[in-house]
């Protein structure tokens, strides 16, 4: 039937509905889209806004250009904030004014890096447009659209940061900022004293005397040209092997000045015939002078370089405040210099490292005895094998699983085993001998072998490595039943480091050399505060803490013995003599002591770290104490009464008293009710490898199978 005219419009207004409805969707779906487009464009506007802001934040008032000169010391200070010494950089740099530099110079600079220099306001847009275009066409980077004052605010405030945009961004900002705030004659005096040249030559003076051997005054059109040409390249461009290379980029400085109008066709042709005299190929590259505690400051300029780059390090003009104690440090270059002097024949290096158990701090750090200048190698934070110095991590590990207790008793017999290459590994005890059945005591006091390689066996490599990684060990250890006998290398450092953590009752802190970095205006760039973390059960630490006081009590390491303080440590000796230790503490230090040869050979004989280094030790801590008056206090971790040292000792009152289950009755009493009370444990199965040979006391004894 034939639509009346009602119908036809009614379905026609229906059609309109849909398409209006489905534009208000498509709409409403298009406004969403553009919505999150703003929000998400506004966030990363925001964002680098904030990243250009954090940049903006590290540059400092520019009016210290005004005055320009470099600074070219790093200031250490110690632990009271007194200055102890200025480092002076590396940099060969003389200053002078711009009308001191020759009109060649000048030109050939601005013909090779920024033609529109007088014409711009800091900022080139057309040359940004340009090089984006000509790098796009090339396809490669050709050229770079930063002009002579973006270049200055980058070396002044940015140099060796990676490039980006919210960097990019801080650069035209400061870049506007200068020309705002300075002449154009000046931002170019600025720019040439500063500009490095390779060859180090740091400014545009001493690049003169470095490569042509005279005066910047002096450069002809040519000599100009070839400097300006290096600016972009120093290093390569420099050097002997790339000359040709810079020869032929001269060449086009020389064009460019003449395309510029800076030079005419005669000038031009004069420049392009000249032959370069090179005065001087090549200059020594220059350390950074340090003339007191240089050890304990070029480990603090190492690491100073793993948070900031050379050149920042030394144009800033860094304040560094340290943890050096000087007391601390005098006495030890002057005791370990003394007791090597007194050493026996072979042993004539060493290092020494004293840190503070409260928080972390080195405070004192030898790396070396005699002429610095001719010994630069830095003993104390590189490593060196660990010998049995590493066994009380051995130790650790076997009482955290709970499979020794002090009293237990270890077989101390001939011990073979099988590498993975199916050789035959026989260890034996420094003095040849077998003892038998003994204690674990006992065998850790006379650092017994044997002992040590049975308890890492039955505790496993990884549970030793583990432990000793935990205390704060970060050098590679071998996974090998040797390191039970401290087979790896270990550097002082952190050999000191670790024994701090079990000084701690098994809280590890990162050492810390330095504990902040200013800017020469005393801006603030870091605070360095230790990590603290607690890594060990006290308990087990308390153990091996006190198997250490009985190692200087009556084991191997007796010279160790102070007379108003309680001491625990080991000794350490390895590869025949090669490398000698001790490392002890008292309630509030730790210090290691490192002794060998420069030559790295064995020493041999009857040399050890017990019979040298442990009275180094004694004689560097006798001395710290009677200048420092700090009371001897007690450890944090013991299950030693503090009647068992001797006398009543004051807790010192920066080390917090540990928590005594007896507090009177003789040490030999305290052993009495250990070994009663032993009769209430629960031990646990027997290891993989061990067969209870007997179990009174209490304590279960085992015979390790020999695999």
Same mark, same amino acid.
């Given at each position: 039937?034939p639509f009346?005219n009602?119908?036809r419009? $009614?379905?026609?207004?229906?059609?309109?509905?849909?398409?209006?409805?489905?534009?208000?969707?498509?709409?409403?779906?298009?406004?969403?889209?553009?919505?999150?487009?703003?929000?998400?464009?506004?966030?990363a506007?925001?964002?680098?806004?904030?990243?250009?802001g954090?940049?903006?934040?590290? *540059?400092p008032?520019?009016?210290f250009l005004?005055?320009?000169?470099?600074?070219?010391?790093?200031?250490?200070?110690?632990?009271?904030?007194?200055l102890?010494?200025?480092?002076d950089?590396?940099?060969k740099?003389?200053?002078?004014?711009?009308?001191?530099?020759?009109?060649?110079?000048?030109?050939?600079?601005l013909?090779?890096?920024?033609?529109?220099?007088?014409?711009?306001?800091g900022?080139?847009?057309i040359?940004?447009?340009?090089?984006?275009?000509s !790098?796009?066409s090339?396809?490669k980077?050709?050229?770079g659209?930063?002009?002579?004052?973006?270049?200055?605010?980058?070396?002044?405030?940015?140099?060796?940061?990676?490039?980006?945009?919210?960097?990019?961004?801080?650069?035209?900002?400061?870049?506007?900022?200068?020309?705002?705030?300075?002449?154009?004659?000046?931002?170019?005096?600025?720019?040439?004293?500063?500009?490095y040249?390779? !060859?180090?030559?740091?400014?545009?003076?001493q690049?003169?005397?470095?490569?042509?051997?005279?005066?910047?005054?002096?450069?002809?059109?040519a000599?100009?040209?070839?400097?300006?040409g290096?600016i972009?390249?120093?290093?390569?461009?420099?050097?002997?092997?790339? $000359?040709?290379?810079?020869?032929?980029?001269?060449?086009?400085?020389?064009?460019?000045?003449?395309?510029?109008?800076?030079?005419?066709?005669?000038?031009?042709?004069?420049?392009?015939?000249?032959?370069?005299?090179?005065?001087?190929?090549?200059?020594?590259?220059?350390?950074?002078?340090?003339?007191?505690?240089?050890?304990y400051?070029g480990?603090?300029?190492?690491?100073?370089?793993g948070?900031?780059?050379?050149?920042?390090?030394?144009?800033?003009?860094?304040?560094?405040y340290? !943890?050096?104690?000087?007391?601390?440090?005098?006495?030890?270059?002057?005791t370990?210099?003394?007791?090597?002097?007194r050493?026996?024949?072979?042993v004539?290096?060493?290092?020494?490292?004293s840190?503070?158990?409260?928080?972390?701090?080195?405070?004192?750090?030898?790396g070396?005895?005699?002429?610095?200048?001719?010994?630069?190698?830095?003993?104390?934070t590189?490593?060196?094998?660990?010998?049995?110095?590493?066994k009380?991590?051995v130790?650790?590990?076997?009482?955290?699983?709970?499979?020794?207790?002090?009293?237990?008793?270890?077989?101390?017999?001939?011990?073979?085993?099988?590498?993975?290459?199916?050789?035959?590994?026989?260890?034996?005890?420094?003095?040849?001998?077998?003892?038998g059945?003994?204690?674990v005591?006992?065998?850790?006091?006379?650092?017994?072998?044997?002992?040590?390689?049975?308890?890492?066996?039955?505790?496993?490599?990884?549970?030793?490595?583990?432990?000793?990684?935990?205390?704060?060990i970060?050098?590679?250890?071998?996974?090998e039943?040797?390191?039970?006998?401290g087979?790896?290398?270990?550097?002082?450092?952190?050999?000191?480091?670790?024994?701090?953590?079990?000084?701690?009752?098994?809280?590890?802190?990162?050492?810390?050399?330095?504990r902040?970095?200013?800017?020469?205006?005393?801006?603030?760039?870091?605070?360095?505060?230790a990590?603290?973390q607690t890594?060990?059960? $006290?308990?087990a630490?308390?153990?091996?803490?006190?198997?250490?006081?009985?190692?200087?009590a009556?084991?191997?390491?007796?010279?160790?013995k102070?007379?108003?303080?309680? *001491?625990a440590?080991?000794?350490g000796?390895?590869?025949?003599?090669?490398?000698?230790?001790?490392? @002890?503490?008292?309630?509030d230090?730790?210090t290691?002591?490192?002794?060998?040869?420069?030559?790295?050979?064995?020493? @041999?004989?009857?040399v050890?770290?017990?019979?040298?280094?442990?009275?180094?030790?004694?004689?560097?801590?006798?001395?710290?104490?009677?200048?420092?008056?700090i009371?001897?206090?007690?450890?944090?971790?013991?299950?030693?009464?503090?009647?068992s040292?001797?006398?009543?000792?004051a807790?010192?009152?920066?080390v917090?008293?540990?928590?005594?289950?007896?507090?009177?009755?003789?040490?030999?009493?305290?052993?009495?009710?250990?070994?009663?009370?032993a009769r209430?444990?629960?031990?646990?199965?027997?290891?993989?490898?061990?067969?209870?040979?007997?179990?009174?006391?209490?304590?279960?004894?085992?015979?390790w199978?020999?695999?």
């Open positions: 039937m009346t009602f119908e419009s $009614r379905a026609a207004l229906k059609a309109q509905e849909t398409i209006s409805r489905n534009q208000q969707n498509w709409y409403f779906w298009l406004r969403k889209f553009f919505y999150l487009i703003s929000v998400l464009a506004s966030l506007i925001a964002f680098l806004g904030f990243k250009v954090m940049h903006l934040m590290q *540059v008032n520019l009016n005004n005055n320009y000169n470099p600074v070219q010391t790093v200031q250490i200070y110690d632990r009271h904030d007194k102890v010494v200025s480092v950089g590396t940099e740099r003389i200053i002078v004014p711009l009308s001191a530099v020759s009109k060649n110079m000048r030109m050939a600079l013909a090779a890096e920024d033609h529109h220099f007088y014409e711009h306001h900022v080139s847009y040359g940004i447009l340009r090089a984006i275009f !790098n796009l090339h396809g980077v050709r050229e659209g930063s002009t002579i004052t973006q270049q200055l605010a980058k070396n002044l405030f940015f140099e060796g940061e990676k490039r980006s945009l919210d960097l990019k961004i801080a650069e035209l900002l400061i870049a506007t900022s200068i020309e705002n705030q300075f002449s154009k004659d000046k931002i170019l005096e600025l720019y040439l004293n500063e500009i040249f390779g !060859n180090n030559a740091y400014g545009i003076e690049a003169a005397r470095n490569y042509f051997g005279k005066k910047a005054k002096q450069l002809s059109t000599e100009s040209a070839f400097l300006a290096i972009r390249s120093p290093s390569s461009g420099g050097s002997k092997s790339n $000359r040709s290379a810079s020869e032929r980029r001269q060449q086009e400085v020389i064009e460019k000045m003449f395309e510029y109008g800076f030079i005419d066709q005669s000038e031009r042709n004069r420049a392009l015939q000249e032959w370069l005299r090179f005065s001087s190929l090549e200059v020594k590259e220059e350390k950074m002078k340090i003339t007191r505690y240089p050890y400051v480990a603090v300029l190492d690491s100073l370089r948070e900031y780059n050379a050149a920042s390090i030394e144009k800033q003009g860094l304040r560094v340290t !943890n050096l104690d000087t007391v601390a440090q005098d006495t030890a270059e002057r370990l210099a003394q007791g090597l002097a050493a026996p024949y072979g004539n290096q060493g290092a020494l490292v840190i503070r158990i409260a928080d972390g701090a080195v405070m004192a750090l030898v070396g005895v005699g002429n610095y200048e001719n010994n630069q190698w830095n003993c104390a590189n490593p060196h094998t660990a010998g049995s110095a590493f009380p991590f130790y650790l590990a076997a009482f955290e699983k709970g499979l020794i207790e002090e009293y237990s008793t270890v077989d101390d017999t001939p011990f073979a085993i099988s590498d993975s290459n199916g050789k035959e590994y026989k260890p034996k005890n420094y003095d040849g001998k077998f003892l059945g003994i204690t005591a006992k065998a850790f006091a006379y650092s017994r072998n044997i002992p040590a390689l049975r308890i890492g066996q039955a505790a496993g490599i990884d549970a030793v490595i583990s432990a000793a990684e935990r205390a704060g970060s050098e590679p250890l071998a996974p039943l040797s390191l039970a006998l087979c790896s290398a270990v550097s002082p450092l952190h050999l000191a480091n670790a024994y701090a953590t079990l000084a701690r009752g098994g809280v590890f802190m990162t050492p810390s050399l330095i902040r970095v200013e800017t020469r205006t005393g801006r603030v760039l870091d605070y360095f505060q990590e603290q890594v060990f059960d $006290r308990n630490v308390a153990q091996v803490v006190d198997l250490m006081q009985d190692c200087v009556e084991g191997t390491g007796q010279l160790a102070l007379a108003d303080r309680p *001491v440590g080991k000794t000796t390895a590869d025949q003599g090669k490398d000698l230790w001790f490392v @002890g503490f008292t309630p230090m730790v290691a002591v490192w002794g060998g040869n420069k030559e790295n050979k064995a020493v @041999g004989g009857s050890t770290g017990g019979t040298v280094m442990a009275g180094i030790w004694r004689n560097y801590e006798q001395a710290y104490y009677r200048q420092v008056k009371p001897a206090g007690c450890f944090i971790a013991s299950n030693r009464p503090p009647q040292l001797g006398s009543d000792i807790v010192e009152n920066r917090a008293a540990p928590k005594r289950i007896i507090e009177t009755a003789s040490y030999r009493a305290y052993k009495r009710s250990r070994r009663r009370s209430q444990y629960n031990y646990r199965q027997a290891p993989a490898g061990g067969a209870i040979v007997r179990a009174d006391r209490g304590v279960k004894e085992y015979a199978s020999r695999r």
